[in-house]
């Protein structure tokens, strides 16, 4: 799709007029709307992980959920989004969508958020190696 946008000219000179219409032809912009990761996971504390967006287009962002908190509720351009999930006290995990929209082209995004409940993840204790032992990966 193209936009044009028109003009017209009267030049007038030893009592002759003339009209002359000039017509500028504009190429519609291509935008763009990008994050990453396109999915994030919490253990069971309060934690802060980003989302990169690279866009040439305005946007906004939402959270389906209170537990989930957004640094911006919208940005121009690139940016990033800090993501905070609040403690989960209750007895299961829990998940949430994040929803970028581009202002002018309507495109969406997701990013995918996970939070584990306190009974799964979480660091426990160190290897005998100096690792972290996690109940994940027992």
Known sequence: ESYSRTATL?????????????TQDQKAVDYTL??????????AGEET???????NDS????????????SVSSGSSNGTVNVTVTENTTASTRSAV????GTNSGVTREVNVNQ???????TIGIDE?????????K
């Not at 009267?10 to 000039?22: L, M, P």
């Not at 990008?34 to 253990?43: H, I, K």
């Not at 980003?50 to 866009?55: C, D, G, L, P, W």
């Not at 584990?116 to 979480?122: A, E, I, V, Y």
């Open 10 to 22: 009267t030049i007038t000179g030893n009592s002759i007029t003339r009209k002359i219409t000039v």
């Open 34 to 43: 990008n994050v990453d990761p396109t999915s994030l996971q919490f253990g």
């Open 49 to 55: 992980q980003s989302i990169t967006v690279t866009s």
């Open 59 to 70: 946007w906004t962002v939402e959270s389906s959920q209170s537990w989930c908190k957004l």
């Open 98 to 101: 994040i929803t970028f929209k």
């Open 116 to 122: 584990d409940h306190p009974n799964t993840g979480g």
């Open 129 to 137: 190696y100096g690792n972290d032992v996690n109940l994940n990966n």
